[in-house]
């Protein structure tokens, strides 16, 4: 018996190429209710005439567990089904040549600023040149042309986006925060790796405090208290946690969390989990639409 290849179920995949240049392999998850008309039995009932959408940093690995986390919450009511939109790089039919290109090229894209140390690092490992600082023209690439892209091919709610990010993801989920805060509505940024770059997010974040007394966003940090050892992500993650705290910003709800006896890759299902929780709670997001 042949086998067949597995997706995810109501899902598609696009091929986008950014101003700079740059391919992405975009995956989108439709819910299931999407098609849904009037007098449709649950889980098909109550459709709103847009969805909120939940872009996933990192698709490549993130897309299935955060469309798979969304979909059954959702069905008992106090959560909202989402589009998803994952954004990641193109397979190669050698999973180990996959994820090469994968790391390579998340590595530009999510990091703010150069850092020669880690890509000397990181070449090493990979045997072949790993650039990072990349994460500008990574955000122009969402905010100006995948978040149009999405919402003139689907019914997506442009006042309802989520951005999820780990690790190196949720690095680059709190640059965007603090680029321009009411670009999502909601942040997941989960072990964000703030030590990079000589802790550029927390120099990026006292710049942004100078100038402004409000930050419109709704913001879930989370870490696990058992991270790499000898790195600082926990401790960078409460910190964080309290200076955006410690400010004071108008608009900002901010929760944060960290997860006992999760190390830095566990931690991600748990926390990215209760992040969609907090982020796209139904009666909340249905008065905000009222």
């Known amino acids: 018996m042949n086998a067949k290849p597995s997706t995810v179920l109501s899902s598609e995949t696009h091929t986008l190429v950014s101003a700079a240049g740059r391919e992405y392999r975009i995956t989108v998850a439709l819910p299931l209710a999407y098609d849904s008309v009037p007098g449709d039995a649950w889980p098909f009932d109550g459709a709103p005439a847009r969805w909120p959408t939940v872009y996933v940093l990192d698709g490549n690995w993130y897309f299935g567990l955060v469309t798979d986390i969304i979909r059954p919450m959702s069905w008992c009511g106090g959560t909202r089904d989402a589009i998803v939109v994952g954004i990641g790089y193109g397979d190669d039919n050698d999973p180990r040549e996959a994820f090469r290109n994968a790391f390579t090229r998340r590595n530009l894209d999510l990091t703010p600023t150069r850092d020669k140390t880690e890509e000397q690092s990181m070449a090493q490992r990979f045997d072949r040149p790993v650039p990072t600082g990349g994460a500008e023209d990574f955000?122009?690439?969402?905010?100006?042309?995948?978040t149009a892209f999405i919402?003139?091919?689907?019914r997506a709610d442009a006042s309802q986006r989520t951005l999820v990010g780990h690790s190196y993801g949720g690095l680059f989920a709190a640059f965007s925060l603090l680029r321009a805060p009411e670009q999502f509505r909601a942040y997941i940024i989960g072990s964000p790796t703030l030590a990079y770059g000589e802790r550029y997010v927390f120099c990026q974040e006292s710049e942004y405090a100078r100038e402004?007394?409000?930050?419109?966003?709704?913001?879930?940090?989370?870490?696990?208290?058992?991270?790499?050892?000898?790195?600082?992500?926990?401790?960078?993650?409460?910190?964080f946690a309290a200076v955006l705290r410690s400010r004071g910003?108008?608009?900002?709800?901010?929760?944060?969390?960290?997860?006992?006896a999760h190390d830095h890759c566990a931690v991600a299902a748990p926390g990215i989990h209760a992040g969609?929780?907090?982020?796209?709670?139904r009666r909340e997001i249905e008065e905000l639409t009222a």
């Open 212 to 239: 402004n007394d409000r930050l419109p966003a709704k913001v879930y940090l989370y870490a696990g208290d058992e991270e790499t050892a000898d790195d600082t992500t926990l401790t960078d993650t409460l910190r």
């Open 151 to 154: 919402e003139s091919r689907y």
């Open 249 to 260: 910003y108008h608009r900002l709800e901010l929760r944060s969390e960290y997860f006992p």
């Open 276 to 281: 969609l929780k907090f982020a796209l709670r």
């Open 139 to 146: 955000y122009r690439f969402i905010r100006a042309e995948l």
